[in-house]
């Protein structure tokens, strides 16, 4: 049977019956007021958007318990927009100047807005259609003065849909909510994020002819791995799936054997598997994974999802928690990486055409020494407890470097007159911008390790947002120049003398694994999940001959070149 293709937005495989969910359109009558009930109109709108932002923290605190940090700042974006001063303008110039009901102007604006967005090709927020149209319809909804509909689901179901918002998706019960099927939405989307986070098996893009064809209650089949649905399957194919099914779960109990695994080298060199992590909430899916440590502890969210700066005790706390439970493992503490699309109310931002490009990561700990401090010396502190060690990011030049290095030895020395007990942790860096790997072999002498952010060097050296769908495709870390830029790194590790540690998406790439091994990086750190596949690659490439691949996977011109000689070597 042929199934409906779609775009396979998070993995996995499930089985059940259809539950549509309706689309809502907000309706309202243009409505003429009087001029004196226009002040009354935008108090109105402000009292929603209050409201509105209330309800974005509580939700953005719900995920961030039960989710992850990371995944939470989905929500920190939505308040921003929220308090948006051209929104507010707007829609008070709609109002006053067209004598209309603050439903009629915000409708207006968020329609405007979303179709802005959705047409922008260099902006972040290019796909963030939907989270524009979410936000507009909380408003809508507090003005309205109705309740958000959480239709209580009883039994386990498909869920099927034409779009989904990140607020619904977060409301889900995931006990009941078996898979997701949806006419809009991009791999790329905060829907899809989130769908991936609560590891529901979901397939977006499919179009609004091919959800039309489900009937309540149809039988379906999602397969998020190949971007397939199944409506009303025949039992051939349900049968087949079924089985695919069972050796899926097979293939996760095979993976077991190497959760205590320790690799090593020939010349007895260990190679470590280490966990991307974003609060205390990651901890316990990296430990049943076996992580061999936590390579990357961003430590954003306990910036985001407040309204002041955290104090030194308040984040030692925190570091300390983490450290001791993790026991000896390595624990890599980046210092906050906030800017671009993390941008906390309680600090200023300057207007920024592409703020990915502006103020942020170590540019913003440099320009606020003293909140740095704060969070240097807490780290510090933490050290005491375990194996600890602190990662700048997003450096491009070695003064960067040497400054946050000098307001750590302040740091220290403060705490030290003041008798408190701290450890002594290696200072390293993110190799994630085409300066640091031109730089590389002098940034070498200034710290203890490197680590390679493969997002953010991918998006810098090929000039591609990964979030615009046009040109989502040459968003690749197989790209030769990356390679090359990756293997120049990781030959400075090796002429210092130093670690070379990896961390992004393509450090679990199982087809990319022989090669990160054969240049020499012995540490790979990568979202929980993917951590006893990777082993299992590891254990597999460790101790063979690698310098072949090598020599022809940096002499190849073409991606497509590299992937296919890669596929074929596996």
């Known amino acids: 049977m042929e199934g409906n293709q779609g775009t396979a937005a998070s993995p996995g ?15 309202f009558v243009q409505k003429d007021i009087e001029e004196a009930e226009s002040e009354l109109e ?8 209050a409201e509105g932002k209330e309800d974005v923290k509580d939700l953005r605190h719900k995920v961030k318990k039960e989710v992850g940090a990371q995944e939470s700042e ?24 067209e004598q209309v009901t603050a439903e009629v102007a915000v409708q207006r604006v968020i329609r405007n807005f979303a179709a802005q967005f959705a047409e ?47 607020s619904e998706i977060a409301r889900l019960d995931t006990n009941r909510v078996m898979g997701i099927v949806l006419a809009e939405g991009s791999r790329t989307s905060h829907t899809a994020i989130l769908a991936r986070s609560l590891e529901i098996p979901t397939v977006v893009g499919l179009g609004a002819e091919v959800i039309s064809q489900i009937g309540q209650g149809d039988e379906l089949i999602v397969d998020g791995d190949d971007g397939l649905i199944f409506i009303s399957p025949d039992e051939k194919t349900i049968s087949n799936y079924k089985k695919r099914y069972q050796e899926l779960e097979l293939r996760e109990k095979e993976l077991e054997k190497y959760k205590d ?76 990486d906030i800017g671009s699309d993390k941008k906390p109310e309680y600090l200023e931002f300057p207007e920024e055409i592409n703020p990915a490009m502006g103020y942020r990561g170590i540019r913003i700990s440099l320009n606020n020494k003293d909140f740095f401090k704060t969070q240097l ?26 400054n946050a290095n000098s307001v750590l030895r302040q740091s220290r020395l403060e705490l030290l007159e003041e008798d408190v007990e701290i450890g002594d942790p290696e200072i390293g860096i993110m190799i994630e911008v085409p300066s640091a790997v031109a730089m590389v072999r002098e940034l070498a002498e200034e710290v203890d390790f ?49 670690p070379v540690a990896m961390c992004g998406e393509a450090a679990g790439d199982k087809l990319l694994i022989p090669f990160w091994l054969g240049i020499g990086i012995d540490q790979l750190s990568m979202s929980p999940v993917s951590i006893l596949p990777a082993k299992e690659t590891i254990n597999k490439w460790l101790n063979r001959d690698k310098t072949e691949l090598i020599q022809k996977v940096l002499q190849m011109p073409t991606v497509a070149e590299i992937q296919y000689y890669l596929s074929r070597r596996e």
């Open 377 to 402: 010396r807490a780290i510090l502190r933490a050290s005491k407890f375990g194996n600890v060690k602190i990662m700048y990011p997003m450096i491009s030049a070695i003064e960067e470097v040497r």
């Open 120 to 166: 922008m090709e260099e902006s972040y927020i290019n796909a963030r259609e939907t989270d524009i149209k979410d936000i507009g319809d909380r408003i809508l909804r507090l003005l309205q003065g109705m309740e958000l509909d959480q239709s209580l689901i009883e039994d386990e179901v498909i869920l099927v849909s034409y779009e989904l918002t990140p």
């Open 450 to 498: 490197l680590s390679i952010g493969t997002n953010d060097l991918v998006q810098y050296t090929l000039a591609v947002d990964r979030t615009n769908e046009k040109i989502k495709d040459q968003f690749t870390p197989y790209h030769p120049a990356i390679l090359r830029m990756i293997t120049r790194v990781a030959a400075a590790g090796r002429e210092f003398d130093i």
């Open 261 to 336: 695994m320790k690799l090593e080298r020939k010349d007895g060199r260990r190679v470590y598997v280490n966990a991307n992590i974003g609060g205390t909430v990651d901890l316990g899916p990296m430990l049943a994974r076996g992580a061999d440590g936590i390579g990357l502890f961003r430590t954003e969210f306990l910036f985001l999802d407040r309204d002041d700066l955290p104090g030194e005790e308040e984040q030692f706390q925190i570091y300390k928690e983490v450290v001791e439970k993790v026991g000896d493992r390595p624990v890599v503490i980046r210092t906050v």
């Open 74 to 97: 989905i929500f920190t974006t939505h308040i921003q927009i929220m308090n948006d001063p051209e929104f507010h303008n707007l829609v008070e110039k709609i109002i006053r100047e």
């Open 13 to 27: 495989i499930a089985i059940g019956q259809a539950l549509i969910q309706e689309r809502h359109e907000f309706q």
């Open 42 to 49: 935008i108090k109105r709108f402000y009292q929603a958007i």
